[in-house]
Antibody, heavy 122, light 110 residues
Framework: QLQLQESGPGLVKPSETLSLTCTVS??????????WGWIRQPPGKGLEWIGS???????YYNASLKSRVIISVDTSKNQFSLKLNSEGAADTAVYYC??????????????WGQGTLVTVSS | QSVLTQPPSVSAAPGQKVTISCSGS????????VSWYQHLPGTAPKLLIY???KRPSGIPDRFSGSKSGTSATLGITGLQTGDEADYYC???????????FGGGTKVTVL
């Protein structure tokens, strides 16, 4: 059974880099035709897709975040990571990692990690 | 404001049926499949429906999905208190090359 778990600091200062890692267990990140994605949910708001990447490096980002985001993968550790240059409180959110199936027309996320709250504050 | 439009809330009594709409455009719902997610606070979102009308293994047939033109619908029959959650639609947008989510709909069991 595939499981994903986010990890990283829960507090980040404005203008610093928010860094999170997603550890995949129960399957290899480099097997199958899957992308791996990050999604966030600000307090009281809906879900927002951040970006997704294939294990070989092909990456897609939300245009509104593209200038501040990097998603990378470490196949040796079966992990993928998110780096976001935080601007301020607007980046405060629960951050989820998930497997991105059926990329393009049949896109969906399954399974998801439990999520981790990141607060951006000085 | 989301590109995909969902009603903020729907409600019904236990055992009844609710439907949740998700409205988009030709660049997203009109030409791509829709997925639906159930999200209880403090838990991981769960995939309920994919490819507009397919259920993953383990999802009861009380949950159903449909799509027509640029809109999609999630139906929940035999409503239970455990169904109280936020529900999100999602789809790929071919023009934006991006995954989109609706604003979410809160289901309340009266």
């Amino acid at each position: 059974q595939l499981q994903l778990q986010e990890s990283g600091p829960g507090l980040v200062k404005p203008s610093e880099t928010l860094s999170l890692t997603c550890t995949v267990s129960g399957g290899s990140i480099s097997s199958g035709s899957y992308y791996w994605g990050w999604i966030r949910q600000p307090p009281g708001k809906g879900l927002e897709w951040i970006g997704s990447m294939y294990y070989s490096g092909n990456t897609y980002y939300n245009a509104s975040l593209k200038s501040r985001v990097i998603i990378s993968v470490d196949t040796s550790k079966n992990q993928f990571s998110l780096k976001l240059n935080s601007e301020g409180a607007a980046d405060t959110a629960v951050y989820y990692c998930a497997r991105h199936l059926g990329f393009y027309s049949s896109s969906r996320f399954d399974p998801w990690g439990q999520g981790t709250l990141v607060t951006v504050s000085s | 404001q989301s590109v995909l439009t969902q009603p903020p809330s729907v409600s019904a009594a236990p055992g009844q049926k609710v439907t949740i709409s998700c409205s988009g455009s030709s660049s997203n719902i009109g030409n791509n499949y829709v997925s639906w997610y159930q999200h209880l606070p403090g838990t991981a979102p769960k995939l309920l429906i994919y490819d507009s009308n397919k259920r993953p293994s383990g999802i009861p047939d009380r949950f159903s999905g449909s799509k027509s033109g640029t809109s999609a619908t999630l139906g929940i029959t035999g409503l239970q208190t455990g169904d109280e959650a936020d529900y999100y639609c999602g789809t790929w947008d071919s023009s934006l090359s991006a995954m989109l989510f609706g604003g979410g709909t809160k289901v309340t069991v009266l």
